[in-house]
């Protein structure tokens, strides 16, 4: 029975946080940011070079956020680059403006922000009358610029749920996860941030996997689900795929924050490999280390209740959407 959009009808996460979100649109990224609208209380968003530049990202999530009807969301303007290292994309796999063939052409009504989030964010978090969570799915440096400038970041975070790194395996080099690889010592400083810190990595990113057919079905969803089954497809064909289906780790990184029940977690104290060939590279320290706190790493998931969740948001979403 195919996922009829009328009959999707989504409960949101009503005892989570409200949410800020940091991502480098970027396909999955783009999955994650529609499941989210769809469930959780996004109050803003950032953007940051990675898988295309900043000046696309930036974009990119402000149309995105248009064409779902949600211009409400805030859109910053995060970095254009690492904190040290040159820039390193993936046109190769997310398309030349990272959306797959897709170039935005559609002016957005909303007013474009000039302050970057860790300018405008510890002010804003301390007017809030909750703590917020963060999950960032792009590369770390406007997190760990936050960070920097959040004093006494426990106070107004809950946590931060983190795409990225891997304790085994690597998408850039055999060891190395892209968003780690481009920002090595934001995701070091992220990692050891003294708030509670979620790593969502490859080592379940790779396991739950989308099928192909769910992006087939997506297509048949409105502006948004054709917006997302193109992008998937470019993203499916330009290997992020394997027969199983597609790596959508963005996506499953924001369903681990609603639904951590799907996942397995371990306590570890991690840091990232900035030098040379292990430029990106997570290991572990001991655990006397004093430095850094335990991170609490995803190291299984349940794809099937992920799989579905991801594609009742959206198909919820799309349903919403203006027509
Ligand atoms: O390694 C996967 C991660 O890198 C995802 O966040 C993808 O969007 C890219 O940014
Ligand atoms: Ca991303």
């Not at 960032?136 to 400038?149: D, E, F, Q, R, Y």
């Not at 030098?275 to 004093?290: F, K, L, N, Q, Y």
Request: with cysteine; charged share 20%; hydrophobic share 45%.
């Amino acid at each position: 029975m195919p996922l009829s959009r009328r009959c999707v009808k989504v409960s949101r996460s009503h005892n989570l946080s409200p949410v800020y979100l940091d991502m480098d649109p970027g396909i999955d990224d783009a999955l994650a940011l529609y499941a989210a609208l769809a469930r959780l209380d996004v109050r803003g968003l950032a953007t940051v070079a990675g898988n295309v530049d900043l000046d696309r990202t930036f974009e990119n999530g402000r149309q995105l956020l248009q064409l779902a009807g949600r211009s409400d969301v805030p859109v910053w303007p995060g970095s254009r680059a690492p904190i040290f290292m040159s820039l390193h994309t993936a046109p190769e796999i997310h398309g030349p403006h990272g959306m797959g063939a897709r170039e935005f052409s559609e002016p957005t009504a909303a007013p474009a922000l000039s302050e970057t989030p860790w300018q405008a964010w510890p002010a804003l978090w301390s007017r809030e009358p909750e703590p917020v969570h963060l999950i960032a799915t792009g590369p770390m440096t406007n997190v760990a610029k936050l960070l920097w400038c959040l004093p006494e970041g426990e106070k107004h975070l809950t946590g931060i749920t983190v795409m990225g790194g891997a304790v085994e395996g690597g998408n850039v080099t055999p060891t190395a996860e892209f968003n780690f690889y481009v920002d090595p010592e934001a995701a070091d400083a992220v990692l050891a941030a003294p708030v509670p810190v979620s790593m969502v990595g490859l080592d379940v990113t790779w396991k739950a996997r989308m099928p192909w057919s769910d992006v087939e079905r997506m297509a048949h969803w409105g502006a948004v689900g054709q917006l997302l089954a193109d992008a998937l497809g470019w993203y499916g064909r330009h290997g992020e795929a394997v027969s199983e289906g597609l790596a959508v780790h963005d996506a499953v990184a924001v369903t681990a924050y609603a639904h951590p029940e799907w996942f397995t977690w371990e306590p570890m104290k991690l840091s990232v490999r900035a030098d040379g060939r292990w430029r990106g590279t997570v290991v572990r320290v001991p655990g006397t280390a004093s430095d850094r706190r335990p991170v609490r790493v995803a190291v299984d998931v349940e794809t099937g209740p992920v799989m579905d969740w991801i594609m009742e948001s959206v198909a919820h979403l799309a349903d919403a959407a203006p027509k």
